[in-house]
């Protein structure tokens, strides 16, 4: 990679969103990419090696190396920055903070610093909109009146804060990311997606088990969420890197919400079988912070001129089980 070529850097590469963005980059033709995160013990390591890349960094290191002006020879175009916390049920409050805000709002100062300011995309989260009564809306004036149910998602919320009262939305996209599933996911543990748990169940039962409803207005089951395949989800980030389209919060969904059983049914018929499912109480740690219901409002983005087809819940999961049927659940490995 030469000092002059457009150079783009993806934090929490190993992960499932960001090594599924550096594959899609790779399609692209792109392989000058800085990937950047700290995969620890587990086994994400192996979504990176079918990628093309020019260097990589623990996050700390990164991080370091960017604030001290070591890598100011680099011609970064725009900073992905995916890499969080994001499990739902963290309870540690300082490591949320330092790391998913701290970090975030570091970055941010850094891309704001430059004399052309890099383009700056980061994750945020639908878990910022809470238990969803107060809709799903990307205005920027939402923000402020939103009151997440999980530390994380007020870990999320406290960067949009910041980024609303500091204008880096001129440099700036928030992505609100809602319930994404497909390949690269393996090795999330709990947080994997209810296609690959799912997916496992069948496999092992022949059936699925799903949490009961503990509201009268939802049968067991109904309770309904936005499903989106992680490859238009990247596309989505992508489009973010035009220049000419304008920063701020947006939602990334497919903009229609389907239940529980209608994912099941997609897993089923995908898997060749017949549905069986089972209801089991819901864990009263969740009961105070389940969302019943989400659904990306998608006006926003397709203003801003984003015009490609969203799967389906039905074509998304066809598109995924096969990866799953095969054992290997990784983008691009061979």
């Known amino acids: 990679m030469t000092a002059t070529s457009p150079c783009y850097v993806i934090t929490g590469a190993a992960g499932f ?12 033709g792109r392989d000058n990419l800085i990937l950047v995160d700290a995969p620890g013990k587990d086994s994400r390591w192996r979504n990176l090696v079918p990628l093309r890349y020019s260097d990589y960094y623990d996050r700390k290191d990164f991080l370091e190396a960017l604030l001290a002006g070591k890598l100011d020879h680099l011609n970064i175009k725009a ?23 701290e970090y975030t709002k570091l970055l941010a100062q850094w891309c704001a610093k430059k004399k052309d300011p890099v383009r700056f995309i980061y994750a945020s989260s639908a878990a910022t909109y809470g238990d969803g009564s107060l809709g ?17 998602g007020y870990s ?3 960067f949009d804060l910041w980024a609303l009262r500091h204008g880096a939305f001129e440099y700036s996209a928030g992505l609100k990311y809602f319930n994404v599933y497909g390949p690269n996911e393996y090795h999330k543990g709990d947080m ?17 088990q799903l949490f009961k409803s503990h509201r009268p207005d939802y049968q067991d089951g109904e309770q309904k969420r936005d499903f989106l395949h992680v490859m238009d989800a990247v596309d989505m980030t992508l489009f973010f890197l035009n220049p000419k389209v304008d920063g701020g919060i947006y939602n990334v969904g497919t903009g229609t919400s389907r239940t529980w059983i209608d994912m099941m049914k997609a897993v089923f018929f995908a898997m060749g079988r017949e549905p069986r499912i089972d209801f089991i109480p819901m864990p009263e740690v969740l009961q105070g912070k389940y969302q019943y219901f989400t659904e990306a409002e998608i006006s926003k983005i397709k203003k801003a001129g984003y015009r490609k087809a969203i799967q389906t819940l039905e074509e998304g999961v066809s598109a995924y089980i096969p990866y799953l049927e095969m054992g290997e659940q990784i983008f691009g490995w061979n």
């Open 156 to 158: 999320k919320q406290l």
């Open 17 to 28: 969103l960001g090594s599924t963005l550096a594959y899609r980059l790779n399609q692209f």
């Open 136 to 152: 799903y809306n990307d205005d920027h004036s939402m923000i402020p009146n939103l009151r997440p149910l999980n530390a994380y």
């Open 79 to 101: 900073i992905f920055h995916l890499g969080a916390c994001s499990s739902t049920t963290e309870a540690d409050v300082v490591f949320l903070l330092k790391n998913n805000f």
């Open 192 to 208: 994997k997606s209810m296609v690959a748990k799912a997916h496992a169940q069948i496999r092992e039962t022949g059936s699925v």
